[in-house]
């Protein structure tokens, strides 16, 4: 998925950070030794390569498609075979087109008598995308597939939906004419399936709430950096996700009640970054923040020395796709991403 804020182009800066990190301060242990944390999954890039190395993961993050797709990546994958896999989005994409909720919303077909038309999907995607997920609801309340399979069915769907929609990267708004690629029908494409052997566990939890329950030696935090709520710029893939029928309104459809994350907020970013450092019960924090934050960078340092030995290194980075639209008064294509480092005292 092209995800705000993926670390997916810097996840080989990630990890090399952090291992040179606990290496420089004389920590050796083997990774199956150790507990990572991951507050602010996303699409779960980090936790899976946590994941990869053998360490135990905990992956969390506020909305409820990123929830899918870890509970997918990094919980499941124990007993699924590529084949497995494979047939399964087989016999789930055979299910017949349906007229139902996304088609009703956010089609051209399904809003004909509206003014403005919600084009977010072709309309043959849009009833395609309503009949799998229908069959794949039904098929978990009749226990016909597992909760393993149908996790990976759902992330599978979410997915394959977000390659065929018919916007800038983001939901926020569609374009008035389908693209090239929101022409073309919607195909089904398994996920990835990550085998691992350590413990891990998924949520979908405020991540300030969830970590004065969590405990263990490496804590990586990516919080959202700006005001862009990611419930409104993904709204569409949260409600595929629930298929829980939201009210919804405005031009985009976008659901009346969503979550929000504090670190969105010019008023509240301070607080809820202050209390994450001051809480977390973790030996290493490693904080992505870029340079355009929300929060200065003189801020951040500020709040986590105060809680041991604080550094920092950077690495530059091309800018999200939907910030380089023409709309949009940025000064370049590039970005500086800072991974924060804090070896706490208190732990």
Not at 58 to 84: E, P, W
Request: proline share 3%; hydrophobic share 35%; aromatic share 12%.
């Amino acid at each position: 998925m092209n995800y705000i804020g993926s670390k997916l182009t810097l996840i080989d800066f990630l990890v090399e950070t952090i291992w040179e990190t606990l290496s420089q301060n004389g920590d050796n242990r083997r990774p199956q030794e150790l507990q990572f944390a991951d507050l602010f999954a996303g699409t779960g890039v980090v936790s899976v390569a946590a994941k990869e190395m053998g360490c135990n993961v905990i992956s969390n993050d506020l909305q409820y498609y990123s929830y899918v797709l870890c509970r997918h990546l990094v919980q499941g994958g124990a007993a699924l075979t590529k084949q497995q896999g494979q047939l399964l989005c087989d016999q789930l994409f055979a299910t017949p087109p349906e007229e139902g909720f996304i088609y009703r919303n956010y089609s051209a077909g399904g809003t004909a008598g509206s003014q403005h038309p919600r084009c977010y999907f072709s309309d043959f995607n849009a009833a395609k995308c309503d009949g799998m997920r229908t069959e794949l609801e039904r098929l978990r309340e009749k226990e016909e597939v597992s909760m393993e399979e149908y996790y990976f069915l759902l992330a599978s769907l979410i997915t394959s939906v977000d390659r065929y929609a018919n916007t800038a990267s983001v939901y926020g708004a569609f374009l008035k004419t389908l693209k090239k690629t929101a022409q073309k029908d919607l195909v089904l494409t398994p996920m990835p399936i990550i085998h691992g052997s350590a413990n891990y566990q998924v949520y979908n939890a405020d991540a300030n709430a969830l970590l004065k329950h969590l405990s263990g030696d490496i804590l990586y935090v990516d919080p959202p950096y700006n005001v862009r709520q990611y419930s409104s710029n993904y709204h569409l893939l949260e409600t595929i996700a629930r298929w829980d029928f939201p009210v919804i309104g405005g031009k985009t459809g976008v659901r009346k009640v969503r979550q929000k994350s504090e670190f969105c907020s010019y008023r509240y970013a301070e607080r809820a970054m202050e209390e994450l450092i001051s809480q977390a019960n973790y030996r290493y924090i490693f904080l992505s923040y870029n340079n355009e934050g929300l929060l200065p960078l003189e801020k951040i340092e500020e709040i986590m020395s105060r809680y041991g030995y604080y550094s920092a290194v950077t690495q530059r980075y091309r800018r999200f796709k939907a910030d380089s639209d023409e709309n949009r008064c940025h000064k370049g294509r590039a970005t500086t991403e800072y991974l924060h480092i804090l070896i706490k005292d208190s732990v």
